[in-house]
């Protein structure tokens, strides 16, 4: 190399989302009262999500949810293992608000599947994973404070 040149460099920077090792998700990340916000692929397109946290047992680390849009009320409940910063959420109960085309939507064909990650900043985390069911795709949420 000579003296005087040097590569162009480009800052390194930390996508939404990617977990850090610097950065620790807290075992309680899903703690009752705190609500996510974010959105979910149904058919290709965005649809906004609130996701509440009802219930949370730290020592089993089953969590009970209520995932609403503007025409669903999904109750989901799962297992957050700590260690792989992993939750995966089953369906045990939906309602449609309003007329729906969800019809289609069963306890045995739909599960949330995602993990949780610090953002760059430390004070917010992002869930974010696949909606196994027929047309849907990605979701990705964010925790807002209690």
């Known amino acids: ?9 480009k800052p390194t920077a930390t996508l939404q989302g990617t977990p850090s090792p610097s950065i620790h998700v807290p075992d309680d990340v899903f703690a009752p009262d705190f609500i996510w916000r974010g959105s979910y692929e ?3 397109q965005k649809q906004p999500m609130t ?15 209520t995932l609403s849009d503007s025409n669903m009320e ?22 449609a608000l309003a007329h729906s085309t969800y019809s289609r939507v069963t306890e045995e064909t739909w599960a949330m599947d995602g993990f949780v990650s610090a953002e760059p900043d430390g004070g917010s985390y992002v869930f974010q994973g696949f909606i196994q069911g027929k047309d849907y795709g990605q979701f990705g949420l964010q925790r807002l404070g209690r």
């Not at 999904?74 to 309602?95: C, D, P, Q, T």
């Open 1 to 9: 190399m000579k003296l005087g040149s040097k590569r162009t460099e």
């Open 42 to 44: 149904y058919k290709s």
């Open 51 to 65: 996701l509440t946290i009802t219930s949370f047992n730290s020592s089993t680390g089953i969590v009970n949810v």
């Open 74 to 95: 999904f109750l989901l409940s799962g297992v957050y293992k700590n260690r792989e910063a992993r939750l995966m959420l089953l369906l045990y109960h939906m309602k």
